[in-house]
């Protein structure tokens, strides 16, 4: 911490004697960027890369989901309407016999 401050000072007393070093360090700076900040911008960008990549996967997952809970939907709806239909069809005619009449009785020859 006490050499950033010493550093920061030495700063401020150089750009009170030479304000044009001044300005020829900074324009050096902006047009080389030191090692720190194109680090930070590289993992900007990984980041970004990152979350791309994420999002995509996410996406897949929600349609995989999606269309599981169609199918799922559907499937119970055919097995209800199938199931209904069959119902019906079973209750308006009542049985009358478990067997069937012929096999009771067997005729003499």
Known sequence: MDEERILA???????RDDPELVARIDTLNEQFPSSQEQEQEQEQRE???????????????KTAV????????????????????SADADSST???SLVPPGSLYVQPM
Request: glycine share 8%; net charge negative; aromatic share 2%.
């Open 47 to 61: 980041g970004e890369e990152g979350r791309a990549r994420h999002a995509q996967h996410r996406d897949w997952q």
């Open 9 to 15: 000072q030495i700063e401020e007393r150089l750009s």
């Open 66 to 85: 999606i269309v599981l809970i169609i199918v799922a939907i559907a499937g119970l709806l055919l097995t209800a309407a199938l199931g209904a239909s």
């Open 94 to 96: 009542p049985p009358t």
